[in-house]
C-alpha cells in the first residue's frame, strides 16, 4: 500500500496559469516533505521543502502547502512556464530525512 | 562542479551474473542512498548510508549489497540479478539528516536491463 500518493498521473497547464499538483499520504509519522522535478534522461532534482511544523512555504514561483489534519500537500506553480514541463515527485520523511518515501509522480504539461 | 555520478549508465546483463553500479560524489555528504525507480511506484529506497560504515536498509532491500568504505563512494551490487531486477537507478546524496538539510542531489541514472 503505498504512504504517499500522488492521485493524478498527469495535469496539462496553460502557459503564465496556475499549477497546482496535489499529494496525499497516510502516515502520520511524516515530518518532513519535499518536491523533486525530474527530466527525462535526468535525475531528480530538488524543488521545494517544508516542515510539518509548518504549513506554507514559498520560494520564488513555487509555494508548498501542508495540510496536517488532511494529511495532504499541495505545491503551486505561478505562473507556469513551459520549461516546468517535467513529472514532479512528492517525498514525504518519517525520520527528519534518514528514509525517504516517494510518491509515483505527476506528469506536468505547460503549453504555450 | 558539484555532481553525483553513476557508472555505467545502461548495463543489459544476464541472470545470475554479479554486477556493480558506482556512485560517487564530491560534496562531501554524510548521507548516500539508492533508490529504483518503476513506472507508476515513484522512486523506491533499497538502501542508505549515514556515513562510511554504516549502511541501512529501505524499503526494498532484497536482491542487493552495498557498501561505504569510503566517504564519497557507495557502490550498489547485485550480487545475482534477476529479470524483476530490471529498473532505473539511482544514488543521491546530501549533507548529515538532522541539520535540517535534507535535499538530496541524485545521480542521472543507471538503467539495467536483467534478460
Known amino acids: 500500500d503505498q504512504q504517499v500518493k500522488q492521485n493524478s498521473p498527469s495535469l496539462s497547464v496553460q502557459e503564465g496559469r496556475i499549477s497546482i499538483l496535489n499529494c496525499d499520504y497516510t502516515?502520520?509519522?511524516?515530518?518532513?516533505f519535499l518536491w523533486y522535478k525530474k527530466y527525462p534522461a535526468e535525475g531528480p532534482t530538488f524543488l521545494i521543502s517544508i516542515s510539518s511544523i509548518k504549513d506554507k512555504n514559498e520560494d520564488g514561483r513555487f509555494t508548498v502547502f501542508l495540510n496536517k489534519s488532511a494529511k495532504h500537500l499541495s505545491l503551486h506553480i505561478v505562473p507556469s512556464q513551459p520549461g516546468d514541463s517535467a513529472v514532479y515527485f512528492c517525498?514525504?520523511?518519517?525520520?527528519?530525512?534518514?528514509?525517504?518515501?516517494f510518491g509515483p509522480g505527476t506528469r506536468l504539461s505547460v503549453l504555450p | 562542479e558539484a555532481q553525483v555520478t553513476q557508472n555505467p549508465r545502461y548495463l543489459i546483463t544476464v541472470t545470475g551474473k554479479k554486477l556493480t553500479v558506482t556512485c560517487s560524489q564530491n560534496m562531501n555528504h554524510e548521507y548516500m542512498s539508492w533508490y529504483r525507480q518503476d513506472p507508476g511506484l515513484g522512486l523506491r529506497q533499497i538502501y542508505y548510508?549515514?556515513?562510511?560504515?554504516?549502511?541501512d536498509k529501505g524499503d526494498v532491500p532484497e536482491g542487493y549489497k552495498v557498501s561505504r568504505k569510503e566517504k564519497r563512494n557507495f557502490p550498489l551490487i547485485l550480487e545475482s540479478p534477476s529479470p524483476n531486477q530490471t529498473s532505473l537507478y539511482f544514488c543521491?546524496?546530501?549533507?548529515?539528516?538532522?541539520?535540517?538539510?535534507?535535499?538530496?542531489?541524485f545521480g542521472p541514472g543507471t538503467r539495467l536491463t536483467v534478460t
Open positions: 502516515n502520520s509519522m511524516f515530518d518532513y
Open positions: 543521491a546524496s546530501s549533507p548529515t539528516p538532522g541539520l535540517g538539510l535534507y535535499e538530496q542531489y
Open positions: 517525498a514525504a520523511s518519517p525520520n527528519y530525512g534518514q528514509n525517504f518515501v
Open positions: 548510508s549515514m556515513n562510511v560504515e554504516v549502511t
